[in-house]
């Protein structure tokens, strides 16, 4: 048990020291945990319950579509990226 407390006193020790750290690993685990929750939600109300809309096809149907667009704008610039050599880049700028 005292190695525990030794351990706690350290971490605390070590977190003080560096304030734009901790602010910064609680707010991406705090975007984390949301953007789950919202996710999780999204997906019990599309797939596990039944929206209040008329057609529930189209709205997973424009979901879908969003997602798809989404991760393609993300995957080709990092495509293309992978295709130039960092030394040309350079040699351009």
Known sequence: MEHISSDLKF???????SPLFVLVA?????LGIGANSAIF???DQVLLRSLPVQDPSTL????LLLAT????AGYIPALRATRIDPVDALRWE
């Open 11 to 17: 971490v605390l020790r070590s977190l003080s020291r």
């Open 69 to 72: 667009v989404a991760l393609a």
């Open 41 to 43: 939600s999204l997906l």
């Open 26 to 30: 609680v707010m991406s685990l705090a």
């Open 60 to 63: 997973t149907a424009a979901t």
